[in-house]
């Protein structure tokens, strides 16, 4: 499953960003999106994510409150909305598709790179 992740960019703190993911190709009949990050030097970690129906969304305490994930089925697109910046969101964030619904993430995107400056 292609997935196409955009809408990085440098940002001041405090401000927003919006980033898309595209998945493409063939697709599971159902699949969970998943959002993670990996900051320089750091583990990739988990940031969110929004199961197939988009009834249930979770989000890692460091972001919740202030991300929120949505999906457009029409358009094979996830989103991840980021409010309220801060520097330590600096990271590249990739998105990535659980097709069984077991938080089993086979499928990455690219990633793309979000700078929060202070």
């Known amino acids: 499953v292609p997935l196409q992740a955009c809408g990085g960019g440098l940002v001041q703190a405090g401000g927003s960003l919006r980033l898309s993911c595209v998945a493409s190709?063939?697709?599971?009949?159902?699949?969970?999106v998943g959002w993670f990050r990996q900051a320089p030097g750091k583990e990739r970690e988990f940031v969110g994510r929004?199961?197939?129906?988009?009834?249930?969304?979770v989000y890692a305490d460091s972001v919740r409150g202030r991300f929120t994930i949505s999906r457009d089925h029409a358009k094979n697109t996830m989103y991840l909305q980021m409010n309220n910046l801060k520097p330590e969101d600096t990271a590249v964030y990739y998105c990535?598709?659980?097709?069984?619904?077991?938080?089993?993430?086979?499928?990455w995107g690219q990633g793309t790179k979000v700078t929060v400056s202070s």
């Open positions: 190709g063939r697709l599971p009949s159902k699949y969970a």
């Open positions: 929004i199961n197939w129906s988009a009834l249930s969304t």
């Open positions: 990535a598709v659980d097709e069984h619904g077991l938080h089993e993430y086979h499928y």
